[in-house]
């Protein structure tokens, strides 16, 4: 939240990038392609990118490192972006949400990444923009997960070469959400190994990994829920930039975004369940902690009494000079601490 | 969560078996019958099972181990299945679901059935593609729950063999409906068993128990309510494959979906009152046993201290050198003690 | 659930009584009535009840013990019950439900009545079909909760006599919600106690009658939201049967039933409140216990340390030859104790 | 819930009075007003309250004391009210409700007032019967919260002698939830009560507090949710009682029941808050109370056994012939103390 | 909810102040611009704001100090304010909400700002009304923040000089959200912190600080939902008043709100987990404290038994007079003491 707050008191449309990497120059990526065709290259002037309105062809313009605020103001004016949405994407505390005008849709999506050096996840927002033969793609880092979409259309892999922009627009969002898959299945291992470990043997240093687990969950969940709107809002969109043969696609990528969310509550109830666990276990060990010391303490406090008895240096204490005293005395105590260990086995509790 | 991530970055509608039993070949079942007909075989080539559009036998074709890629492929090009839809067969972690197209009807569901010998429940996915006068169903293992239904076609009994492919398809809901019922009454067996013993001995090996049927039902749940979700859709379904003799029998699936649903509920509050109920039975018994500690305590530790007093070794202690000063000292402790057990008795701790 | 299961596997619509008692033969009682006439009777074959097309009498067809499956599909057939109806009327683990046919209505509830002896609620299903001019009930026990309706019947008390079938119908149900009524009175009255005692008088044995209490509640509650679901939709019900003078009847039922509800959902919510109160005050039990017990120890602890000083046997310890050193060392332990009594009242805990 | 099931197995529309207070006759008060006129006389018969069609004078009729059913029965026959409705007002266990009926509307509610003395809150039921130039009224007891409203007829103040009876319902109506303001406040008043005394001065007494408040306001929300639906009823209603210069009114007044509904649902999570405070403060000082007792206990018992060793009475015993043996032993003991006291210390225990 | 209540029994339309500074007068500061012209004054009466209709000017009269009920009463009149309206705008506990009429709009909202030096948050109402080239505003407190705003007027940035008053009430809303972004902040760095002490090193003081935030976060949540509720209904409304070109920044606007009113809902979750880690910390220092104490006793307390049976003064103990006797019961006890450790090492207790 801290980087949304910079923004009071500006006018509404101001463009403020609230990213921390500030690179000097924005870095423009182009690849256009058709049924026949594949080019692929790096664009230095935005201008460059415009798409002659016949074209055929679909225009692929990534943009990556959004501190150049020129560039994007130009980009806004070349394919007329609403300064809102010019803000939407620099502001990077935006929400997950779509929007439709009659020429163009724009979608703000979060990209979940598995840092698996730093053993946690990235976080990264990307806006897209979708034409009639162009989508704009606004990323914040230069490294991105679509390398594999790449291939698949310069290669001409599956459908993606006979389709057309809104089909590029789902694949990005598909590979997005597959990255989500990726996540959950780390965090559903970290659930996993946390479960066996308290099951066999619990310690204090479980909870700190359970509050984490439970904070990165509901981290996760927020991206989600309005990640499954935006998705199931495209579904039912009624736009003329989608075409019936993407509509199968859309649909079964929000099946998966439905269970995306699914997994995410069912982990949050895990979680809840581990921390349950966690505080069970420590009960427990705590009462058997107590049982052994009342144990202990019940058995030997009455017969550390019984010699403190015989301890004293009253003159006339008879039993002191029995022969047998000191015998019988040890006989005597040898049995309430038989009877009190017989009391404690009724009880169950040895 | 794990097999699903194979796929990520794979173009939509790429056929991947998420399962793990890899047997070289898919078994396929030809079960074909009308009312006066009946006949059974096992096809070898799908080809073979492709009905011509005018019989007006149904067909049921029963594929099994999905690990043959190819058989499956061809099962689309014939029945005309959209790739989606074959990937969505092949992935095993599917969410059940239902798809409607003009010609046909797309149904996935989790088959469950409890397995006796290792006390816990084996979930398997099927995929039920429903056309005029067939009806194809996809499973992951070789065994199924459906020999009660194939002997009733055989032998013709109640209306199956009057009805169409429409009625086939509800009966196999219905068979995998009334296996959610027997995993119902074994979670609710297992309810009243540790409900038992927390009442009448509770034990720490009781947590775990409860901690493992809570997960069982949580997962239970997961699969239960897009169960639910299936059926009423298909209740609400206006598709010309379902015909209005079969409708009330729906109905009836629907109704026992719901109750389904409710008793998954409906345990999953019985699990957390079981919990609860843990819980407060270790406080209760922590009470008990701090209890016996603090009476045996509270009585000895202040006799212990009067006879350590006379256990001291001054040489001017008058009271030691009392003909009756033992037996005094006894007594006052005597008193001592009885006065604490009156305490107790009036604080409702004896 | 356990009888549920029973039926797995069975083709849908085949008759089986899951059902307890089992009376050789079924009961059948006729009460035909119209605003002027009033007959009763037992009738041994359900093929002599079947009122003709244009009688204006009503006739109240009440059959009780249903093993007898002969006469049951007789009756199905007599008056023209779908097989899945029949199903469900001999299906004792059925949820309340309703449905409507073009000629009949069809309604499933569950009696609850309270058992004083027991100190337990009796569950027990009716069904209900009816017709133009019959309402055919079907019970499971012979005993039912309906002799006062049948006396207004007769003497022509309030309305029932100059209405028709659908009012019948009406006054059954109203009957069996006005019997919830009684169990929630049960209900509030134990909550209250309970109450009362945990205020008073808190001991362990409360805590399974609040377990026993929160599980019955449960149960309820599962039977009073689909008996909602039922009474609502008659109400909205657009039926033939239903005629306009009954409507506002049924509205107040509707009324009685959310209040009925409402009221469960409540007790729900104070079973919550009786247990964390429960643990609340088992909570200041305990640290009232360990109080006491650090009291004792605090006190008694050094100065058994001081006393143990003066009992050792060393040679030369010049305390124990001076002439009062004995009740220097008895005020100088009186004044810790009492130093640290005044720390105890500092803290509040004395 | 006790009084309701008096009525079981009657017949619907029983009058029958649920309340305590018998006295012998109702009191009917008639109040007839118009812009010009005014007046008000105490009836001592029904009949003679029946304003004429064509009066344009605005009757309230308020019937107070209700257990004289003949002339309860008597103004159902005059104003043409349903026996269901009759039914209702008599019973005081009613639901808030509101009924639309061609001729007249119907609204049951609860009047809440705080008894001062008793430090409670009083329950009582209003009926309100509203026709073309009438408002009946019937109350439970004599004492009522409407004489502002009285004395603003009498006095001419603000709208309502130029306006019709549907604004007197409404000012009625009005004037309860403003009382329930009152209510709100006092329960305000005691959770902040609550709250400042568990965080100054937490005892065992407030437990009882929190659970009496936390109950009064679960039936305080069991009496407000069905009122804001009666509220919101009378707004979306489609009446023509009510005229379009009243409706502003009433949709003030369902802001007004929203931020009571709002105010109790925020109550009931503030008392879970405090709840929570107690308990955790109660957790807090049992640490305290061990932690003190673990000091003391750690301390002393290594320095007792000490003690206890060169009390033993053995014969060849060397330290205790050593002569600075015994302030050696008191010296290692004054080291041990003091490294238990440094280890707590660093444990941040002291 | 106490200034509220002074309104009890008072007729609808009342005019009462609820606020608490009562200053003589009111301020009136006058705003007209449009895209040319540009004045700012102070004006003393009301009655000198009122536009002509014709005039294409936005006018913004800021009206603060709400204490002279007559000037609002005579701005009422001027501007045709329904009484109702007048009576929200003087109620300080007034809830968020929105009102239409046909000729103006009425908004009431809560401004909350960050008060540094108390370290809490400041709310303060804010009564909009928005008519065709006038927008009003009604403040409870002369300073407020929108400054920002007025300097944008005057220096002509942005849009604002070029469209009307619906963009003007835009951008005090627009404001007034900001500001909720910045308490969003201040309670996120607070749960950031009191996570990270939680981790590192818990205390008691602690609770206080939890239970503080908590409630705060509780009252943010009673005003964010109604915010949301205006917001989205501002964007559905279908009011002559609202031009088109408004439109996508009230969309934009409602984006802002549900991020706001998100967030508020995760710090909720995120304080339930703070009070949540706050007692397993608790309840693990406890155990390790009873385990400490746990282990100190059950060495010494057998070992001081056995010192205790030497200590006896019985004449015939043979151990006392060996000649290593004491030597051999010194090492038992040292290997009892070894015994006890190496039974606690395998409990993992040490």
């Known amino acids: ?17 609230t990213g921390r990497k500030r690179s000097t120059r924005v ?36 943009i990556k490192a959004l501190s150049d605020l020129q560039t994007i103001e130009m980009a806004g ?21 779509i929007e439709f005008s009659p020429k163009s849709l724009f979608v703000v999506l979060k990209m979940l990444s598995y840092n698996d050096k730093e053993d946690k996840s990235d976080m990264e927002q990307i806006s897209i923009v979708v034409g009639k033969n162009y989508v704009i793609t606004f990323q914040e880092n230069e490294d991105d997960i679509f390398d594999g979409l790449r291939k698949r259309i310069k290669n001409n892999v599956g459908y993606i070469r006979n389709l057309e922009a809104d089909y590029l627009a789902y694949s990005l ?3 997005i959400v597959d990255y989500y898959y990726i996540m959950l299945e780390k965090i559903g291992q970290k659930i996993e190994e946390l479960e066996e470990q308290l099951l066999s043997n619990p310690n204090s240093e479980l909870l700190n990994r359970i509050y984490i687990l439970k904070r990165e969950t509901l981290l996760l969940r927020k991206s989600v829920w309005p990640l499954r709107e935006v998705i199931s809002k495209l579904e039912r969109a ?21 269970i995306v969310v699914e997994t995410v509550e069912s982990y949050m109830e895990m979680n809840a369940n581990l921390l349950e ?9 705590l009462n058997e902690v107590m049982k052994i010391l009342t144990i202990i303490s019940t058995i030997f406090i009455p017969l550390t009494f019984i010699v403190g008895i015989y301890g004293m240096n009253f003159e006339n204490m008879p039993e002191t000079r029995w022969k047998w005293g000191y015998f019988i005395i040890l006989g ?12 404690f086995r009724r009880k169950k509790w040895l």
């Open 77 to 97: 004016k070349l394919f007329d972006i609403h300064p809102l949405v010019l803000e939407d994407i620099l502001n990077l505390e935006q929400r997950p949400k």
């Open 277 to 285: 666990l966690y505080l069970t276990t420590g009960n427990n060990k």
């Open 173 to 175: 969002m598909d590979t």
């Open 27 to 62: 870095k423009i990526n182009l690849i256009q392609y058709s049924k026949e065709h594949f080019s692929e290259k790096v664009v230095s002037e935005i201008q460059h990118c415009v798409p002659s309105g016949e074209s055929i062809m679909v225009n692929w313009i990534d």
């Open 1 to 17: 939240m801290k980087k949304i707050s910079k923004k009071t008191g500006l006018q509404p449309g101001s463009l403020v990038y």
């Open 238 to 258: 009624d736009s003329q930039l989608i075409h019936s043969t993407t509509l199968p696609f859309i649909r079964d990528l929000n099946d998966h975004t439905t």
């Open 332 to 343: 005597i105590m040898a049995l309430i601490g038989a009877g009190m260990i017989w009391f």
